[in-house]
């Protein structure tokens, strides 16, 4: 037992011997700087076997290293390198080496000659490969010194022939890094190679290594070369051939690094005439390469394949003979030509006869083919991208995809040829690839005009389930040339179908058609009596005006007659009605129409039908001199003043309404002529002058009041973006008045002092905040309630809450209104949830206890960073409401100033007895803090920030900026 | 042995191959080290009960998984309908079925099997159907590759072929569509797609008459995805049976599918389907669209001609054939445009329903197939499954193509090809660090290299040896083979002189090799001797002898044609 204990003793012994050895060290290391190299030192000293001293230095290497002690460290490494026989410790040191050179501030040139030392003596080939890549590390961190860049290019030279390929390749990235062109490729340094490596030129030395006998040196070769390349050094054309043949390489990087080189020289000599072997013809380098390239799109390894087929897209000084190529396929069947499925949906389209059901045979071959004609592998470009397109990875052919268009975008001729191929990949497996090539097909449709065949099967993807490729096809039919009518009344008829199976696409659609409508009015103009459904003798009955269909149908044909001016002769009555609500509810959509008669009707229209820039301005001025004509009241009880602010608010309204560039300005200045208008209100004569106990009603409706106008001013200050500093200064000292409101109100009502004293600190901590935060402002504030307020500050600070409150009381009523200056872009942010539309008479039934997901689908405008920002908010009937904070990954990005929000919100409830509503609403969080962060960092006072009291800076709230939608729900008791 | 397929033509005897070819008599097991299947097919293992049980064979036999699986339930339906249906004897049991499995060992891909010392095996990825895969056969140096069938066009459910550089000897390629070439796939599915969601939308029915395996499940995943997005609720259905089961195998072999369905699988399995149920008899009349696949694919028997009978008199209606069909069926009569079927009994059914063709086939085009032999790089090429003329048209592109050696044997035709096997030597470590240090420090693969050593060829094993160890090791003595030549030369010096003028001459003109002159009246260069003597007659004729050993011939004819040229005057 004793001797049990006693070992036990010595066990634990040792154990506290240990720990205090690993860790004073790591004290010492942090707590004096220059210390670190003897640390190091005294730790490898003390290291008794290889194990600890790799241990050692990995802990080194987690902490990092000031400039100034670098060398220090250098000089202890080496030493002990120097002295180190086993293998992987020295390899550490020497990855160590390159870490440690690559210190910011620390010039690594004083221990260049010791790593080239290092390097004579070194054995392992392993080391030998680390050292060098320290090397390789000195070399790029000191890009200035030729003296160095020789040195380092010597070595490599001498370690070239090494037997290890650890260390070729490190050698051959340190020539590409390093190495310069500079001798001319000749005979006379070939004898002189061995012995004097520098004189030779780097290029063909890099070159020799493209038959090294080990893959990844060949790979390192074809790399370095690229290397010199993209260093601004010029390759020689000499190496084109080389390259050619490392494309047929067994081994895929091989390869896929040769069709780099390819690229990269068919680039620098597109020009240049290259032989065709085994022929007498001879073409230019650019075309050969595009073929060489073309050829390896069949190539065995798929990365290969990507790489070819994105190549591919970036040659466009190819020949369009051989561009075109890369779209042959001939077919045949049993030796006999066949057409293409492509050619006979053209031939059918050329004889006037569409779609007739398919025959047996119908695809018979036609003439016989001369078996010498028909060429099997494809030489040189022969259907590369029927191949890519045609690939088993996606990848391939996404990168396929992309090529065509690339090529399509700047060859007019091919892109109508590569067309139908693009139209075959919207029938793609994978959804990503067909949404690229609805893009792609929408960005070279410039170009393009589709057949009425090729129309039918762009329209057949309108059918998909994936919101996004019919979102994408719609944009595609934006912009899309179309050549019959009988397409547009295909298109319509697609959409209207769409539209009926997705009813939440109905924007989408609409613009669509708003589109159509204006690309192709004359296509149109046939087609309205029927689209309108009217009859020369009959009256047809008026369709409903809240049917979608119908309205899509209006949408298009309103858009055609804007540049057909017969148009309009066609319509009937019901139809000039239509039309009149459509401008007025859909004016986005619906554009302004000069119609015969009625122009005394819609004088409003006819103002506004000037071209479009002109009724902005026209607009831009009424905004200004309604502003001007409130800027006229000086005085708050003015008679009139009242009417004059409602008034101004209506206005501005409307025109907001109206004009949708002019929105968000028009809603601000509204938004803050009702915050004065409150104001004016509760500060009413009748009021004050009372008695306090007479009038606790209208004691009530003030505190409403002020309450309301510092929601207000949150809105005001986070809801609208391109605000400046003046803006921002007007909306706090709206706030500021209101605070001030508030603290007379309390004083008015609540006895308590201590409350009054509290609140007044409070309140002239908020004017000094607001005296600090907008210094540069306080000139165009003259004669406003702040600037009063400031020059009695220091009474203010001194007196009692109660004199406080009656000085803030008269100064209020005194203070004149602060006119607004606009900004040049203001915006408001927006939502508007798409889905759920709140329509369902379904509730959504779910066990109660459990969680169920809705579906939410919003889009947002000028909202600034919304992955922070939007939140969804659910309320439920019992007055339970919850905020869900969207994941970042469910906000895309459509356009500038535009987000869509598609996520899930997961609710949940206990069990109700019957179905009811539950209200969903996007709301916009907001901080303070994070805006007298952001803001003023901008008008340069953030020195000043530093003592912002913390207190007031973070109030965080939330707006609701999006129209609530009701959901039915239905939680059930669970079933035991 | 490669597959063991049936001829489907044939009813007796000849539909299973003649095993006697082989054995002549003797037993199977004795000739045949292992027996590969490439896929499930009857042409490619119809016969392989008969010939493992009925025959007797008890080696192994080599199949992938997914064949292993589905193969039994291939031939057991076939066994059914032979036997119980046409009621023949002498035909294989289910038992007999279930002990020749017994025998079956499974292959993965890329997995290299060794079936005995010598030979070995290896799996590629084919296409064509699941599980269907090509062989790398490998004795020594020298291989084979038997694609089966292959296909290089990805389709819906399984991926295009692949296999690696492996320059085999021989290529044995399928050669179906030797004189094709397809349009893209891409066209045809969105044809018959748009046919099917055409008739769908009008509210007419699509019948789909298919074989149970391959192109089916093709078919099914292509509306399947379609349906789901489309967002069509109209019904589809398969009719049940063998379907099911093989369906669930598809289910279990993810990996051996395209990258669609090996990437989504995780969410869901494609192949349970959502929107595809089973048939029943009753649905048939149903009102409302609906598609249904129906077995057989000719549409001669079974379910699919009843379900036809049903449905042709409506124009609304719609039969999809997917594939080709025998003449003398239903299937070849309608896609020919016949409209009155005369039905058995007299009846007579007119033919009011769209009649489309669509054709999915999974074997590889000329195209695919120069592509596979552009991938494999073979030495020589086979061609076998098509017909004579069409596989010579492919024959002539090859050799054009590829200035390869191109053969098409006919059934029972032996072909010879000569290869160039290697054959590996062992080199002893020594001799090669020794010829190593001799040369540069890099061997150059440009430039062969000659060395000398001695090739010991004992016990069915090659040598290569330093010719000391050689001799030690056979217990030989060693002979020297010395070459001794006279020069004469005129020099009128004395014997001593003259020697030294050697000496020095050679001196000058042979640099970095030692020359020494000994004072026993010799010159030595490296290992040669020169001795001079005058000759009796003439005083100033000196008689050089020159002795050289074998090893330094090249040095010592040189010094002899040297010394013959004479002395230069000028040295002392």
Request: charged share 25%.
């Amino acid at each position: 037992m004793a001797a049990h204990l006693k070992k036990r003793v010595y066990e634990e012994f040792s154990k506290v011997v240990q720990i205090p050895h690993e860790e004073t060290p790591a004290k010492k290391l942090r707590l004096s700087k220059p210390s670190k190299s003897a640390a190091l030192h005294i730790d490898l000293c003390k290291a008794t076997n290889s194990t600890d001293a790799l241990q050692y230095l990995l802990q080194f290497a987690r902490k990092p290293v000031e400039a100034e002690s670098v060398e220090g460290v250098v000089r202890i490494l080496l030493e002990h390198y120097y002295k180190e026989t086993d293998n992987s410790v020295r390899l550490k040191i020497a990855s160590l080496l390159g870490l440690l050179s690559k210190t910011q501030g620390f010039s690594p040139d004083c221990i260049v000659d010791d790593a080239i030392n290092t390097l004579s003596n070194e054995k392992s080939h392993q080391v030998l490969a680390q050292l060098l890549d320290t090397l390789l590390v000195i070399g790029t961190q000191l890009p200035e010194s030729p003296a160095l860049r020789l040195r380092l290019v010597e070595v490599a030279y001498k370690h070239l022939s090494d037997t290890y390929f650890g260390v070729r390749n490190k050698c051959l990235q340190l020539l590409g890094c390093l190495g310069m062109v500079d001798a001319p490729l000749g005979k006379e340094n070939e004898g002189a190679g061995t012995s004097l490596g520098g004189l030779r030129d780097v290029q063909s030395i890099i070159s020799d290594y493209f038959g090294d006998q080990d893959p990844r040196v060949r790979t390192a070769a074809l790399k370095a070369m690229l290397q010199l390349h993209e260093r601004g050094m010029k390759i020689h054309q000499i190496i084109y051939d080389q390259a050619c043949r490392l494309l047929t390489d067994d081994y895929e990087q091989v390869r896929s690094a040769a069709v780099q080189m390819v690229w990269v020289l068919s680039q620098l000599y597109p020009e240049s005439i290259v032989p065709i072997p085994s022929s007498n013809e001879e073409i230019r380098l650019v075309d050969d390469a595009f073929g060489k390239i073309s050829h390896m799109v069949s190539d065995g390894s798929w990365m290969v394949r990507v790489q070819a087929t994105k190549t591919l897209g970036s040659m466009l000084q190819v020949s369009p003979h051989f561009l075109e190529q890369t779209l042959d396929k001939k077919l045949m069947s049993d030796l006999r030509r066949k057409r293409t499925a492509h050619e006979r949906a053209k031939e059918l389209f050329a004889s006037g006869e569409f779609s007739s059901g398919r025959k047996w045979a119908d695809d018979a071959p036609k003439e016989k083919l001369d078996t010498n004609t028909v060429n099997l592998i494809a030489s040189g470009a022969c259907g590369a991208f029927v191949h890519g397109l045609e690939d088993e990875m996606f990848e391939v052919r996404i990168a396929a995809v992309e090529a065509l268009c690339q090529l399509a975008r700047s060859s007019p001729s091919f892109a109508e040829k590569c067309l139908d191929f693009l139209v075959d990949m919207f029938n793609d497996e994978i959804e990503e690839v067909r949404l690229q090539s609805i893009h792609v097909l929408r960005e070279i449709s410039t170009h393009i005009t589709l057949r009425e065949d090729q129309l039918d099967t762009v329209l057949a993807v309108l059918e998909d389930s994936s919101r996004d490729i019919r979102e994408a096809l719609h944009e595609l039919l934006c912009y899309t040339n179309v050549s019959t009518k009988e397409c547009i009344q295909l298109a319509l008829l697609e959409l209207l179908k769409n539209l009926n199976k997705y009813p939440t696409d109905r924007n989408s659609v609409w613009k669509c058609l708003k589109f159509l409508g204006s690309r192709h009015p004359t296509l149109v103009l046939p087609l309205v009596p029927e689209l309108l459904s009217t009859h020369p003798y009959f009256d047809t009955p008026e369709p409903d005006m809240d049917d979608p269909a119908y309205i899509a149908v209006l949408v298009l044909v309103f858009n055609a007659a804007k540049s057909c001016p017969t148009m309009p002769a066609l319509f009937s009555d019901h139809t000039f009605r239509h039309y009149a609500y459509l401008r007025d509810s859909l004016s986005h959509l619906v554009p302004p129409l000069r119609l015969p008669g009625r122009k005394q009707v819609y004088g409003l229209d006819s103002v506004d039908s000037g071209p479009g820039s002109g009724s902005v301005e026209s607009a831009q001025l009424f905004l200004q001199q309604s502003l001007n004509r409130v800027s006229t009241i000086q005085n708050l009880e003015a008679p009139g003043a009242q009417d004059l602010l409602d008034l101004t608010i209506r206005d501005l309204l409307r025109l907001g309404e109206l004009q949708t560039e002019l929105a968000g300005a028009a809603d601000f200045c509204a938004t803050y002529l009702r915050c004065q208008l409150l104001l004016m209100k509760a500060l009413q004569e009748k009021l004050w002058n009372m008695a306090v106990p007479l009038c606790l009603k209208q004691n009530v409706t003030a505190t409403a009041a002020a309450q309301q106008i510092l929601e207000e001013t949150y809105k005001l200050e986070f809801l609208y973006s391109g605000l400046e500093s003046r803006q921002v200064a007007t909306i706090h000292h709206v706030r500021l008045q209101a605070k001030a409101l508030q603290l007379v109100l309390t004083a008015r009502t609540r006895q308590g002092l201590d409350l009054l004293i509290g609140s007044c600190e409070k309140f002239l901590q908020d004017v000094e905040s607001f005296q600090r935060l907008f210094l540069t402002e306080l000139p165009h504030l003259q004669d406003s309630f702040v600037d009063k307020l400031l020059e009695l500050m220091p009474r203010l600070s001194s007196c009692k809450p109660v004199e406080l409150v009656k000085i803030l009381q008269t100064t209020l009523r005194q203070s004149g209104l602060l006119q607004l200056r606009l900004p040049e872009q203001i915006h408001r942010a927006t939502a508007t949830i798409i889905e759920p539309t709140g329509e369902s008479d379904n509730p959504l039934r779910f066990t109660s206890g459990l969680v169920v997901a809705l579906d939410i689908d919003a889009t947002l405008e000028h909202v600034q960073d919304p992955q922070n920002t939007v939140k969804v908010q659910v309320l439920y009937p019992d007055g339970q409401s919850h905020v869900i904070h969207p994941k970042p990954g469910d906000f895309r990005k459509p356009g500038p100033h535009r987000h869509r929000l598609i996520t899930q919100v997961y609710l949940s409830h206990t069990a109700w007895t019957e179905p009811s509503q539950i209200e969903v609403r996007l709301l916009l969080a907001y901080s303070s803090s994070s805006t007298s962060l952001t803001s003023p960092s901008k008008l340069g006072w953030s020195e000043s920030l530093e003592s912002l009291p913390p207190a007031e800076a973070a109030v965080e709230g939330t707006i609701p900026f999006s129209k609530a939608v009701k959901v039915f729900i239905m939680p059930k008791p669970a079933r035991r | 042995m490669l597959d063991c397929g049936m001829h489907m033509g044939y009813n007796d005897d000849r539909r299973f191959p003649d095993f006697s070819y082989i054995t002549q008599n003797g037993r199977l097991t004795d000739f045949l080290d292992c027996v590969i299947i490439s896929h499930f097919h009857l042409d490619h293992c119809g016969a392989l009960p008969y010939m493992s049980e009925m025959v007797g064979y008890d080696g192994p036999i080599y199949m992938t998984h997914p064949t292993k699986a589905i193969c039994p339930i291939l031939l057991e339906d076939f066994r059914k309908i032979t036997v119980d249906k046409k009621g023949e004897t002498n035909f294989f049991t289910s038992q007999m079925i279930k002990d020749c499995m017994k025998k079956v060992i499974p292959l993965n891909l890329h997995q290299t099997v060794q079936v005995d010392d010598e030979l070995e095996i290896k799996a590629y990825y084919a296409g064509h159907v699941l599980g269907a895969a090509m062989v790398h056969i490998k004795v020594g140096s020298e291989s084979v590759v038997y694609t089966g069938d292959y296909n290089m066009t990805p389709d819906r459910h399984l991926g295009a072929a692949w296999i690696d550089k492996c320059r085999p000897d021989i290529l044995i390629s399928e050669s179906t569509y030797a004189t094709t070439i397809r349009d893209s796939k891409r066209c045809r599915e969105r044809d018959f797609l748009k046919k099917v969601h055409e008739s769908i939308e009008r509210g007419g029915k699509v019948l789909i008459p298919v074989f149970a395996l391959g192109r089916a499940q093709e078919l099914c995943i292509l509306l399947e995805t379609f349906w789901e997005r489309m967002n069509l609720k109209a019904p589809i259905y398969f009719s049940t049976g063998l379907t099911e089961k093989a369906n669930h195998y598809y289910k279990l072999f993810i990996t051996w599918t395209n990258q669609k369905i090996r990437k989504t699988f995780v969410q869901r399995n494609m192949f349970e389907f959502k929107h595809i149920k089973a048939f029943d008899r009753s649905y048939a009349d149903n009102p409302g669209p609906m598609v249904v696949f129906a077995t057989p694919g000719m549409l001669h028997a079974g379910q699919s001609l009843q379900i036809f009978k049903k449905w042709a008199g409506n124009e609304k209606n719609m039969v999809i054939m997917p594939g080709y069909c025998v003449q003398g069926t239903i299937g070849h009569k309608i896609l020919n445009g016949q409209r009155k079927l005369e039905m058995e009994g007299r009846a007579t059914l007119d033919v009011k329903l769209q009649v489309e063709y669509m054709s999915f086939s999974a074997h590889a085009d000329a195209k695919g197939i120069m592509q596979l032999i552009r991938m494999a790089e073979p030495r020589n090429m086979l061609l076998v499954h098509g017909e004579a003329v069409k596989m010579e048209f492919l024959k002539g592109k090859i050799e054009q193509e590829f200035s390869i050696d191109c053969y098409m044997p006919a059934n029972g035709e032996t072909t010879t090809v000569t290869t160039n096997p290697s054959v590996p030597v062992d080199i002893s470590l020594n001799l090669l660090k020794r010829e190593m240090a001799l040369g540069g420090p890099l061997p150059d693969p440009k430039k062969p290299r000659t060395m000398h050593g001695t090739l010991i060829m004992k016990e069915n094993s090659l040598k290569l040896v330093s010719s000391e160890q050689a001799l030690k090791e056979l217990g030989l003595n060693e002979h020297q083979l010395r070459f001794t030549c006279h020069v004469q030369l005129q020099d009128p010096h004395s014997d001593a002189d003259t020697l030294h003028r050697i000496y020095t001459h050679l001196k000058s003109v042979l640099k970095g090799y030692t020359i020494q002159h000994l004072p026993d009246g010799t010159v030595i260069v490296e290992s040669i001797v020169i001795k001079v003597s005058s000759s009796a007659e003439d005083s100033n004729t000196k008689v050089l002898l020159l002795s050289w050993s074998y090893q330094d011939e090249d040095l010592g004819s040189f010094l002899s044609s040297l010394l013959k040229k004479g002395l230069p005057s000028g040295i002392c």
